[in-house]
């Protein structure tokens, strides 16, 4: 364990404030920062328009802006640019937290939002539903969420590493032997340099947390295995507001099975392709890194075809060795009651 402490400050998540319940309110500052965003400071070569237009935003990040002021901006890509913008802020700022506009996003309908700016909102909510957790294996196993890794099975590991954190690496030249097998299948191995966490670096987690460095491994019994576990609960619990309780397995086992959800693209494939009988390649199989049994404490919140039922997660990898989860998916596919069918 390591004691709670500031971690993924490049989340924003300090410039929010919170209600009653923790969840975040967005603040002019946290408006500001997106605004401070290469992909929205207007380059050198901008028009007055645009500068003039940047400039309030930050003075006033709140402020209506009238379709014409777009309009008026010279450069097409500009104004597709702000538009975006200004079309993702006004959903947020609609809802009473990022919580709620999160769920609202994605229970909706996310077409036209940047892949950033959700990206950017994931980032923040996961980091007010971890605080005060003090388990780097269970932070570590949260960047997922809202990091894209790169998957590798070596030694009786299951390795996940930061995909851009790789790709820096890979640039210097300096991967070593795990790096290496976390970027080419066919790597042959030479000497060992990306770190992996562990109980010995685990202290200094939080203070290299928005380095995204070490690598994590979530092979069965290892501490990330369970780390993923209470991260998912946190998760649940906090931006969906359902207590629930989560096992790591090895396989499926159960004759009677009744809900899954895929924690990714390729999981949701593979476990729907087994839930209809049909058969499975061993090798595609093979890219399911990660099992987990979830149970709700408030029973009444499930629809009645999955009541006492445990529901299966699963975490894959694609033919390329990346894994990119989508908590989304938790969201819309755990078994529960509308508030109508709750009442």
């Known amino acids: 364990m390591i004691s709670p402490g500031d971690f993924w400050l490049a989340s924003g998540h300090h410039l929010c404030d919170r209600d009653a319940a ?5 603040t002019p500052d946290l408006w500001r920062a997106f605004l401070a965003r290469p992909e929205l400071v ?6 007055d328009a645009e500068l003039a237009l940047h400039t309030g935003l930050l003075a006033a990040p709140l402020r209506p802006v009238p379709a014409a002021e777009v309009a008026a901006l010279a450069d097409a890509d500009a104004r597709e640019n702000w538009q975006l913008f200004l079309g993702f802020r006004d959903l947020v700022q609609a809802r ?13 309908n ?12 994931t980032h923040l909510i996961t980091r007010a539903a971890l605080e005060g957790c003090g388990d780097a294996f269970t932070l570590r196993a949260a960047e997922l969420f809202f990091r894209p890794q790169r998957a590798a099975i070596h030694q009786g590991a299951t390795l996940l590493a930061d995909e851009e954190h790789l790709d820096a ?6 991967l070593g032997t795990i790096g290496r097998l976390l970027t080419e299948a066919d790597a042959t191995p030479r000497e060992v340099e990306l770190e992996v966490l562990s109980e010995a ?17 979530i092979a069965e019994g290892r501490p990330g295995q369970h780390g993923l576990a209470r991260a998912l609960e946190c ?12 096992r790591p397995v090895p396989v499926i086992e159960d004759r009677n099975w ?9 999981a949701t494939a593979i476990a729907n392709a087994l839930w209809q009988g049909e058969r499975v390649q061993q090798a595609r199989l093979a890219r399911i890194l990660w099992l987990g049994v979830l149970e709700f404490a408030d029973a009444s919140r499930v629809l009645p075809r999955a009541a006492g039922r445990p529901v299966y997660l699963a975490l894959a990898m694609d033919a390329a060795q990346r894994v990119r989860m989508k908590p989304q998916n938790l969201a819309t596919g755990l078994p529960l009651k509308t508030v109508e069918q709750a009442t």
């Open 169 to 174: 690496r890979a640039a210097g030249g300096d």
């Open 258 to 266: 009744r809900w899954h959800v895929g924690l990714d693209v390729e």
């Open 22 to 26: 923790g969840r975040l309110v967005a």
């Open 96 to 108: 009473p937290t990022l919580e709620a506009a999160w769920l609202a996003l994605f229970r909706g």
């Open 42 to 47: 207007p380059p050198a070569e901008a028009c």
């Open 201 to 217: 670096n685990a202290p200094a987690y939080p203070a290299r947390s928005d380095a995204h460095d070490l690598a994590l491994d």
């Open 235 to 246: 998760f649940i619990l906090h931006v969906i507001g359902e207590p629930v309780t989560i």
């Open 110 to 121: 996310v077409a036209g939002i940047p892949p950033l700016f959700l990206q950017m909102l």
